[in-house]
Nanobody, 122 residues
């Protein structure tokens, strides 16, 4: 069992920056595939970024060059640094983890956080 707790959401103006965090507890492993997703009202859940055990990262085209995913294994914490924020980035941001692989993470991750709201005003 892994519990994920997100924090750091808030309201910022377009062009601003924000970092959201996801603290993991329980029997966690650095080898877990982890990622960030977001969902706006009336929209489908959208994958944002992922990171694997070797540190490799992957990003959705919509956030490439603006967002950075990272993790601190010592703190069991996942981060998403969001720069140059746009109004279309407004959404509930969720972190997720899965031990099976990147494909499983993207399709139906085993563990999810409760979400943290990010609102970007124009």
């Amino acid at each position: 069992q892994v519990q994920l707790v997100e924090s750091g959401g808030g309201s910022v103006q377009a062009g601003g920056s924000l970092r959201v965090s996801c603290a993991a507890s329980g029997d966690t492993y650095s080898s877990y595939y982890m990622g960030w997703f977001r969902q706006a009202p009336g929209k489908e859940r959208e994958w944002v970024a992922a990171i694997v055990s070797d540190g490799s990262t992957s990003y959705a085209d919509s956030v490439k060059g603006r967002f950075t995913i990272s993790k601190d294994n010592a703190k069991n914490t996942l981060y998403l640094q969001m720069n140059s924020l746009k109004p279309e980035d407004t959404a509930m941001y969720y972190c997720a983890a899965d031990s099976r692989g990147l494909r499983w993470l993207l399709l139906r991750a085993t563990f999810w956080g409760q979400g943290t709201q990010v609102t970007v005003s124009s």
